[in-house]
């Protein structure tokens, strides 16, 4: 099936986790710009552990395939081990994707960095803007998803996440 | 695995009759057609019957039609040859903005070489206004080349009055027939056009050979040098046993094609019934009546289509989609877009090509199967809200 490894296929004729989770604690909801396909990722974080995770995704079956392998591979992990997923690890376990889908492996990663930052998002409800921030800024797993980036950049970005809570 | 083949659009088996009378021309009759002993005067007989039955197809002359190794060729020689032969007429080409892709890259080509290219919009159902035609001609156009029925949404065209505009206009027109030719009625005189690709293969004919018919009197060059075959207008060893096979699968589909069009009719509006009756958020894509027999292209809302293509696949059913994410750009089928569809819609586009050998049965095996995967992936598609 125009060279999809055996673990797509499969993962695309019976995704695991998906669906909603009644009271997440943290979602991400991100798009493809590349070809218009959509992915929501829910998440329950308890202490610290993802115990519980679903999907939804609109698009091919690579981009199914992806969403499936890092449910599974987040699953029971604690949020600093969430993160150090990458997509190409994603991709690794699937068995490799045909070198035009590998853009659909970006949306699992990024669904899951949005849910998490969602999560923060939420723990940090109901302090005042300042004090957020700080805390916000204090976080490390807020922190390493900027780490690559200035300190300018992050400042901006958390000023944006602010905007937009 | 039951196996059903719904992409006849994309290629049709070979007819038993078509190899049967080809495979003397691989053995026995294997001669080159240009050589003057024997085997290749028998050679040329087969080349010349194939010219005949498919001339008198089309009410053409002879020496009207030349073989060309399929309708991609056929469309660049056509394109490319009338705008080169013709270039102290005029600088100006006006087409479609739903042509197949061998129409819209020579056009690309051709504008890069310093012609003006209009793509004329089509409207909702994909069909060309043909005053839009009168008025986008100017006294630069040199040719005009409007696909006879399209081959994503079946669309058919109105060839004649176009032809007609063209031909008051003094404007030469070509239609790219392709996905029409041995289904609908082609007489050229009728047609009102001055050149027409067709290719074998989508008649149960074999790969690799097709032809373009050139009106009598046109100027218009050649591309492939060489030897003098077809009156030295396109050179190269001719393709004995797939002419041949051509010719054959002509002589068919002229026998055929009144049967055919009436049993593929029914089929087709059985399968889309049973689409949009039976599925929620549905739609068709293309003109209710005015397409092509065997065409049937819906769009599922909430799904992606090559999901749906590979979840059809493994249940043994064989049809395509206009999704971008199975095009190498990444960009929804253009077909789609120009209907004026939204990138989502154009997603979750199906296409089923119903065929020859197409069964009653196979259309309520794949309603079923199609109601099944639709509901699986919108389960777990995050645009989709039922209804109610
Ligand atoms: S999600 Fe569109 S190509 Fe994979």
Redesign the pocket.
Known sequence: MQGYSRKVIDHFRNPRNVGEIKEPNGIGRVG?P??G?VMVLYLKIEKGVIVDIRFKTF??C??IATSSMITELVKGKTIDEALKISNQAVTDALGGLPSI?R??SV?GEQALRAAIRDYHKKATDGIQDDERLNKMKKNKHYKNQYAAQNKKSLNKSIKNQRDSI | MRRIYFDYAATTPIDLEVIKTMSQYYTKTFGNPSSIHYFGRKALYGIEKSRQIISSFINAELDEIVFTSGGTESNNYALKGIIYANRNRGNHLITSAIEHHSIIEPCKYLQRQGIKVTYLKVDKYGLVDPQDVKKAITNKTVLISIMYANNEIGVIQPIKEIGRIARDKGVYFHTDAVQSFGHLPTAVDELNVDLLSASSHKLYGPKGVGMLYIRKGMRIMSFMHGGDQENGRRASTYNVPGIVGFGKAVELARDKMGDERRKLTSLRDKLIDGILNNIEQTRLNGHPFTRLPNNVNVSVGSV?G?ALVLNLDMEGIACSTGS??TSSS?EPSHVLLALGLSPELAHGSLRFTLGRYTKDEEIDYTLDVLRRIVNKLRSMSPLYKGRG
């Open positions: 493809n590349l070809c396909d698009g091919c690579a981009a889908k853009h659909c949306l | 992606e090559e971008a994410c990444l």
